[in-house]
């Protein structure tokens, strides 16, 4: 008998955590259940358009900015989607330019990012848009 009235105490409980948290106002076991089902469903459903939209903007972004620092350096700094050889593609365009990386920074975790100090052997904006336009070439490359 003890433990019959503990089960259905702690299905009181249960049912009263699922009701505050889906902020049901039904009081009747089986409507809070589908209130429930409904608030998991809702939820999956918004699990899903974020992921939509980090697919969107992950395939989506692509940004280079080249500024000058100090006397003789530039700091080169680009993001774009990743991409096969992207790396090895803007180091070589830095050599067809003539311009020697002082440092460098690199990271690909869910897009290509770079951060460089150059030498400032040319200007800033033949530089950016070398790389623009070498990104451009790589990510159309991909597509096909």
Do not use: P, W
């Not at 089960?7 to 009181?12: D, N, T």
């Not at 918004?46 to 003789?72: D, F, H, R």
């Not at 920074?105 to 336009?133: P, Q």
Request: proline fraction near 0%.
């Amino acid at each position: 008998m003890a433990a019959k009235t503990q089960r259905k105490m702690a299905l009181r409980k249960k049912l009263h955590i699922l009701r505050t948290l889906t902020k049901s106002k039904s009081v009747k076991r089986s409507s809070i259940i589908m209130d429930a089902f409904l608030y998991i469903y809702k939820l999956k459903l918004q699990v899903e358009a974020i992921k939509k939209e980090y697919q969107y903007l992950i395939n989506n972004i692509q940004q280079v900015k080249v500024e000058k620092v100090g006397t003789g350096h530039q700091v080169v700094m680009v993001t774009c989607k990743k991409g096969e050889e992207i790396l090895v593609s803007i180091l070589e365009a830095f050599e067809k330019l003539n311009v020697n990386v002082v440092q460098a920074r690199v990271s690909c975790n869910h897009f290509f990012g770079m951060e460089a100090i150059v030498e400032d052997t040319i200007d800033a904006s033949i530089l950016r848009d070398a790389i623009v336009e070498l990104i451009q070439r790589q990510t159309q490359k991909s597509m096909f």
